[in-house]
């Protein structure tokens, strides 16, 4: 029997760059675990759309018991059968118990966005031995093997005249920012911009609380769309002068691809309400300013 390869994932970037690493075939299996929030849910079946070999599941947020019930499902159907398992997000509780039992399969951690950073330094601190398939430029070590995701677009770009896209964030509703201080911090910038003669274009995060989006419908354009900003930019062949967020993915995953295009991450930490984990954002911040030419990080 040929042995399967298996794909942990429960998010849309994590779906994404599954389908980018192009290491999906005959073999594969995509084990998806949606959280019962409706946004959430309908990007990553979005975006696995037409795949046909595939194992959907859902468990909501802290529903540790749930999980744990379904990984002992997985271990029983699958371990036996499994010779590889990319892992979606490693610091995932269900996917570290499946990186524990399936002790015979090679592991390989796949690109999550800007925690990806983070999932790194943490390996390389413990002296861990793992594979990483990503997109960024990360340094192999003795025990630290890095492959890369290599995507090939040839798609042109038409800029827009006097145009800002603004990329939502999970802070408000991860508790990192009070609602009111991100709110606060997104009309500055609006309102920055407005004065200049730009129009505003606000893409809300797939968790973004309906306070936030009726606060900022007063000053913007909202465009909630079903697809992630990298897609909806490059689809739409259009793209605006300014792009700006604070720490997101999308920054980085645009920043080479719009050489044309200002793109600004906002450093929110001095209004963050979780001391531990400012580290976290400090390392995004850093890599940002050390290896992306193309982005600029401003203070607010």
């Not at 980018?20 to 594969?28: G, M, P, T, Y």
């Not at 505003?200 to 609380?209: A, K, M, Q």
Request: aromatic content about 12%; proline content about 2%; overall charge neutral.
């Amino acid at each position: 029997m040929r042995k399967k390869t298996l794909f942990l994932l429960e998010s849309p970037l994590q779906v994404s760059n599954a389908i980018a690493s192009k290491e999906i075939n005959d073999e594969s299996t995509l084990l998806i675990r949606l959280n019962d929030f409706k946004n959430n849910d309908e990007l990553i079946l979005n975006e696995i759309n037409g795949f046909e070999s595939r194992f959907i599941f859902s468990a909501k947020r802290n529903s540790k018991v749930k999980l744990m019930l379904w990984v002992l499902f997985f271990f029983v159907f699958f371990s036996w059968r499994t010779h590889r398992i990319y892992l979606g997000d490693a610091r995932s509780t269900w996917m570290k118990l499946v990186e524990k039992l399936f002790l015979m399969s090679e592991i390989i951690y796949l690109d999550d966005g800007m925690a990806t950073i983070k999932i790194y330094e943490d390996v390389i601190k413990k002296n861990s031995k793992v594979t990483f398939l990503t997109r960024f430029p990360l340094k192999p070590t003795n025990n630290v093997s890095i492959r890369k995701i290599q995507e090939v677009d040839d798609k042109q770009f038409i800029t827009r005249h006097k145009e800002v896209y603004f990329i939502g964030a999970a802070l408000s509703a991860n508790r990192l920012l009070d609602t009111k201080c991100y709110i606060s911090i997104i009309k500055n910038e609006i309102e920055s911009y407005k004065s200049k003669g730009y129009e505003i274009v606000f893409f809300p995060h797939r968790y973004e609380s309906l306070d936030v989006i009726e606060a900022l419908s007063e000053v913007c354009i909202i465009n909630s769309i079903g697809t992630s900003i990298e897609n909806y930019v490059i689809d739409s062949r259009n793209v605006p002068e300014v792009i700006i967020s604070f720490a997101s993915t999308a920054l980085f995953n645009l920043s080479d691809k719009l050489c044309s295009t200002e793109i600004i991450s906002l450093n929110f930490l001095k209004h963050c309400l979780l001391d531990e984990r400012v580290c976290d954002f400090e390392l995004v911040y850093s890599f940002f300013e050390r290896h992306c030419d193309n982005i600029k990080v401003r203070n607010v």
